[in-house]
């Protein structure tokens, strides 16, 4: 299943892209350094900032994270796969 969200402009994003945007712009890294490998941490996502990514997930990707465990030290591709089973589900 593809998840895809609607960014501001309207037009379809897969999962990865959204992600990929939400943290770029909200916390200040660059589209490069958002790789699946990457943790959270590594690309600006702190403990304090990770309560603020999961309701900008669950708004623009109208899912509910409450239920799920994140901390900085997951990957990106961790996080993909979680919000992926979320959507499915």
């Known amino acids: ?28 890294a660059s589209r490069q350094e958002i790789t699946p490998e990457a943790t959270l941490r590594s690309v600006g996502v ?18 509910d994270l409450d239920e799920v465990e994140l901390t900085p030290d997951h990957s990106i591709q961790s996080l993909l796969s979680t919000v992926r089973s979320v959507a499915a589900a």
């Open 1 to 28: 299943m593809t998840v895809l969200a609607r960014s501001e402009s309207g037009a379809q994003m897969d999962v990865m892209e959204q992600v990929s945007e939400l943290i770029s712009t909200n916390f200040g």
């Open 46 to 63: 702190d403990s304090m900032a990770l309560e603020e990514l999961r309701v900008m997930l669950e708004k623009s990707l109208q899912i």
